[in-house]
């Protein structure tokens, strides 16, 4: 059979599937055949540097030859087996992460991604404490299933409502239109003054778990503040409540540590995790749970299950993938390329009348437009401006792949970039930034 022309590709893909956060007839999908290190390539001869890691989580690169040679040789072992069995990969991986996980996380509950791993977390959370309710940020978002779309703050959650009871929103400490403080200092201490006021009004004793991603990723890249992580945790340790970080796009090496939450020097009750966990080459997902909470469910039955918890096949992949990771000191890299990314941001705020504000740990890391001297957002809260769709398109045209969310262009390339490539992909932003300066208000 030959291979489908582009058109082929597009049309029949419009035509007999449904694509995520769109209305199908309006979509120009992006047609990929195959993808190498950190580009993509399209049906044409197209070739387009991944700078966004597709969705932040091909975390070590496109099809890296160690990886594709295990899963290959994973292929004649055992593909599946059901989830009650005990398997020599899931003894040997679980026990290779509780090693990698630090403190009393020691014990997994796999899953299949992100979203299923919050939603088990909020079900463990539930079982172990006995409350139901479930704290989480407006700025955030925590997938698209049940109750992970009702833990997500952003507005992809309002036409999934109403949801299940019980799940209440606080502020960030990076609020949208105003801050708790000019400082660090006082953004956490006024932050958590206000929650303190809220979890005293909803009632300690009814309140589980509250869920953070501990870098906030789709909603602006938002770092916690100094002392911010260790203060929050002291604050729910002393009403019982269990923190849960939501390491699925800060996991694995995006920040440059293995973990967001380390670079807050805290350990949470419970973490979820997944896309660079296999690197999206195979889905997969966990919820890393501390030594108190496995100790509940030696006793108690954990009312969850998934057809494919710990599937073998998966865990052989994430296992190659976590060790190529760590042998090729990927993580490491990430903290290199650090103040190399933030000097290209800088370069791009001084040059550019049209950016506002940029920000990054790691290789996780964005821009934000405005629309005039006095630092209006570019774009409103949940808002459009059609210059966002025509800088889409340079990118597109100009051989870059990224994500464009609201007024903001995000730059989270694979963790294998070299400084040669993150310089090419910000040239190709540089002059996409000159089409925001054309609609900049003087």
Known sequence: MS????????????????????????????????AR?????????????????????????????????KMKAACDKLLFVYPGA????????????????????????????GAEANENAVRAARL????????????SYHGATGNAIQLTGDPRRWPNE???????????????????????EQIVENNLRYLDEVIRFEGPNTIAAMFIESVTGTNGIL?????YLKKLKALLDSYGILLVCDEVMAGWGRTGKLFGFEHGDIVP?????????????????????SDRIAAHFQNNVFWGGLTYNAHPFCLEVAEAVVDTLLEEKMVEHAAKLEPVMRAHHERLKAKHRSVRTYRNIGLFGLIELQKNAKGERLVPYNGAHPVMGKIGD????????????????????????TEAELATGFEIVDRALSLADEVFEG
């Not at 290190?37 to 197209?46: A, C, K, M, Y």
Request: charged share 15%.
């Open 3 to 34: 291979a489908m022309t582009e058109q082929e590709i597009v049309e029949l893909s419009k035509k007999h599937t449904l694509f995520s956060w769109s209305a199908t007839g309006k979509v120009n999908p992006l047609p990929v055949t195959d």
């Open 37 to 69: 290190g950190v580009w993509l390539h399209g049906p044409n001869g197209q070739k387009w540097l991944d700078f966004n890691s597709q969705l932040m989580s091909v975390n070590i690169g496109h099809s890296h030859p160690k990886v594709v040679a």
């Open 86 to 113: 005990a398997t020599e990969v899931r003894a040997r991986f679980s026990q290779k992460l509780a090693t990698l996980f630090p403190g009393d996380l020691n014990t997994f509950f796999f899953t299949l991604g």
């Open 128 to 139: 172990f404490t006995g409350r139901q309710k479930i704290l989480s940020r407006y700025r």
């Open 162 to 184: 109403p949801g299940g009871p019980g799940f209440v929103k606080v502020m960030d400490p990076t609020p949208w239109d105003y801050s708790f403080g000019a400082n660090d």
């Open 223 to 227: 770092i916690p503040p100094k002392g």
């Open 269 to 289: 009750d419970m973490v979820t995790t997944a896309k660079g966990l296999t690197s999206s080459y195979v889905p997969l997902g966990l919820v890393a749970v």
């Open 394 to 417: 340079f990118f597109r045209n100009n051989g870059l792949f990224t994500m464009i969310q609201g007024g903001t262009i995000f730059s989270n390339p694979p963790l294998c970039i």
